[in-house]
Each structure stands twice: as C-alpha cells, then as structure tokens.
C-alpha cells in the first residue's frame, strides 16, 4: 500500500498528484516551509540538463596551475607580512592584499570561460614582469627560497597562459560548444 501511495515503490510521488499532499501528512515533523527543500532534495540533479560547455582539460590544468601560484604568492605576502614586518613593504602588504583579491576574482571567471578575464590575466601577468628583477637581489641576500618561490609563481602563470590561448581552449573561450573530447 505505502509504494503505490508515494510513487510506486519510488519513495517519492508522482509530479502533480495528490501523494504530495500524502508525503506530507506521512512525515508529521515536516513543517510547511521545510517540505519545498524535501521535494527539492529528492529531485534527480544528474537528470537535468546542462547549458554550461565542458571546459576542456587545457583550462582546468591551467586553472589549477593559476591556484596554485596565487597561493604561493598568498604565502609570499604573508611570510613577508608577519614574518619580516613587512621590512620595505611599505603600503605593499594593502596592494598585495587587493591584488590577490582581484587575482581571484580573475581566476574564478577564467574557470567559468569568461573570455576577459584572460585578458585581464595577461595583464597581470605583464605587471609582474617588473617583480622578477628582485630575484637577483634575493639570491645575493641569500634568499633562495624567496628567489625560488617567485621564480616558480611566475613560470606557472606562464604555463597557464600558454594552455589557456592555445587548442581547445580558443573555442571554449570563443562561445563556442565543445564536445567531451574537446574538439
């Protein structure tokens, strides 16, 4: 009796018939407002259609490659913030602070295929050209690890660059469908 009263053996009614009102009535606990998030729970999300292109393998690498050197600049400005005092910094830690905001933002809409933000990225990218003459000065103070961690940041965004402007990635930044093997 209880499968053909909620959807025949489903664990859920059939859309538009009155076993919703019956879900509700079986669950006592249920309070008006929670049964909207029940149904919704309950839906089958794998059988939705998806609008959003696949992102080919090309943009997910260089995303995590663009992660990847935002974090080792996170550390970089941390380690220069409270470990050093931010010696020589001077407002640097306000513009590192911001810079990294807008760093993420960027990162997160080239995820999303948004063909600007890799615009917006080689333009990063070119501003820290200027940061890679410091790398001389850290290895004369002995700071290879400092000289490494820049080196290492810049040379990911780089790579990510170069994924993201060529291949498959071209047509999924185009507007264009691309299919799951990213042609």
């Not at 911001?98 to 333009?123: D, P, S």
Request: with cysteine; glycine share 12%; hydrophobic share 50%.
């Amino acid at each position: 009796m209880i499968g053909t009263e909620f959807g025949a053996g489903r664990g859920r009614p059939e859309t538009g018939s009155r076993d919703w009102q019956l879900l509700g009535q079986a669950r006592p606990w249920v309070v008006p407002h929670q049964q909207w998030q029940l149904d919704f729970d309950m839906q089958d999300v794998a059988s939705r259609p998806s609008n959003a292109a696949i992102a080919p393998s090309r943009v997910r690498v260089a995303s995590i490659l663009l992660w990847t050197s935002w974090a080792i600049s996170g550390c970089a400005l941390v380690a220069n913030s409270f470990l050093f005092q931010g010696r020589g910094a001077g407002i640097g830690t306000g513009i590192g602070v911001a810079a990294l905001c807008l760093q993420a933002v960027v990162i997160h809409f080239i995820g999303k295929g948004k063909n600007i933000a890799r615009i917006f990225f080689i333009v990063f990218l070119v501003l820290a050209v200027p940061g890679l003459f410091i790398v001389g000065r850290l290895i004369v103070a002995k700071s290879i690890t400092s000289a490494l961690a820049t080196l290492l940041g810049f040379t990911l965004k780089i790579i990510a660059v170069f994924l993201l402007f060529t291949g498959a990635s071209r047509k999924y930044f185009s507007g264009r469908a691309i299919t799951e093997d990213g042609r």
